[in-house]
């Protein structure tokens, strides 16, 4: 017989049925329909955020025998080096508005730079490495400073040289998760530029696939996979470029489950800067109009990756990826309960759901004078509501122009 029962988020077990939580399902990257525990990752998201959930138990049955939903694929053997090290996690040491100004310029130096590279891969001409390595390694001092700075400026939504803004956006997402877990900055060098140079293979796609905002066609479809091979020969010509690199250009489609492109291949070890990658170049499409589907909004992209974790992700990087980006993003727009809508300005690692955010448009959608909330702290409105967040929205969402946004932040004409 089922039973549903209250309980405490402190007694929560592996092999546990949650049905309803002390929060709306929405406030969490889980699915809508409830949780079957399978992990730690999943008990410390709900001890985290949660003080008590509701749980169905077959009285019949013990926790601990209980089993969870797995599929019938064998988990890659991949390293798990990256894994042991202890989360370093990302905490600012310097304040966003001194960190800005230079993660700006660093953002504008990269997309100078990788409009080059994409220009000179489709002219067959030589990649200048050793600049990309060094606009990295900025990326890295920043990141390491506040990489709330760079995460804003990801957040940006580019109309032109589409693919070179989306591989810039990539290797700075991919840095700071490979700092989260724990690499060393060497690591991240590779990590950064292998990043950069994932999608160097669609500069060999005819560009109308490549602008195409419809959904492909099968023929469509093959051509584009084929950019993982393309970019893998065009990288392998370089001899000065380490292995890893050219790796990460490969695979970066290949899947868990042994689907994926361009090969179906089960068991295959990927290195953990591949299956980084995987996760944030996902990410990146999902939240980006950059394909031809619609761009959603954050929570939605790490519901989705969340939910592929183990089959179309590592799940391991999956879920440090979620855990490192949060439910609401820094840089991300959110709509507040009493219809405002805000800018979240920096997130707090032990405070997700509570962040500093920027309120910038009233419950009517238009721009108001700019406030500054923590909401960590009680804030209210002139009506009295207290300001919590109802749910995130796509960025774009009511013309809000993230690159205006921050020039006006930094008194900057335009750029």
Not at 8 to 25: F, Y
Not at 202 to 214: G, Y
Not at 315 to 336: D, H, L, N, Q
């Amino acid at each position: 017989m089922l039973v549903k029962t209250k309980i405490s988020v402190g007694a929560l077990e592996i092999g546990m049925n949650v049905v309803e939580l002390d929060r709306p399902w929405t406030d969490l990257p889980f699915p809508l329909q409830g949780l079957e525990i399978s992990d730690d990752f999943e008990i410390e998201v709900l001890q985290k955020h949660c003080k008590f959930v509701y749980i169905e138990h077959d009285y019949s049955t013990n926790y601990g025998q209980q089993k969870t939903n797995t599929s019938s694929f064998t988990p890659p053997l991949v390293s798990k080096k990256a894994f042991t090290r202890k989360i370093r996690g990302l905490q600012p040491k310097t304040e966003l508005n001194n960190e800005l100004a230079r993660a700006h310029n660093v953002y504008l130096e990269a997309c100078r730079h990788m409009k080059q590279v994409f220009n000179s891969a489709k002219n067959n001409r030589r990649i200048n490495i050793k600049e990309t390595q060094s606009i990295v390694n900025k990326c890295i001092t920043s990141i390491v400073s506040n990489a709330n700075a760079l995460f804003w400026l990801t957040r940006i939504q580019e109309t032109s040289n589409v693919e070179a803004n989306h591989s810039i956006r990539v290797s700075v997402l991919s840095i700071a998760l490979g700092h989260y877990i724990g690499m060393h900055r060497g690591e991240l060098e590779k990590l950064g530029t292998a990043a950069m140079l994932h999608d160097i293979g669609k500069t060999r796609i005819p560009e109308e696939i490549l602008e195409k905002r419809t959904q492909f066609t099968d023929a469509e479809k093959r051509v584009m996979e084929k950019h993982t091979s393309l970019g893998f020969e065009l990288l392998n010509a370089d001899k000065s470029l380490e292995p890893i690199i050219k790796e990460v250009a490969l695979n970066h489609h290949q899947r868990p489950d042994g689907q994926g492109y361009p090969a179906k291949l089960r068991n295959r070890p990927l290195s953990i800067f591949t299956r980084i990658v995987s996760v944030v170049d996902a990410y990146d499409d999902m939240t980006h109009e950059i394909s031809h589907l619609r761009s959603i909004s954050p929570r939605l992209a790490l519901k989705a990756i969340y939910e592929e974790a183990g089959a179309q992700f590592d799940a391991k990087v999956a879920k440090a990826f979620i855990k490192m980006v949060g439910i609401y993003p820094a840089g991300s727009m959110v709509k507040m309960t009493n219809g405002e809508v805000a800018m979240v300005i920096a997130t707090d690692s032990e405070a997700k759901l509570t962040p500093k955010v920027e309120l910038i448009y009233d419950k009517f959608g238009k721009m108001r004078s700019p406030i500054v909330l923590d909401l960590k702290e009680e804030n209210y409105d002139k009506s009295g509501n207290h300001y919590k967040i109802a749910g995130s929205l796509p960025d774009g969402s009511l013309g809000m122009d993230m690159k205006r946004y921050i020039a006006d932040r930094l008194n900057l004409s335009a750029y």
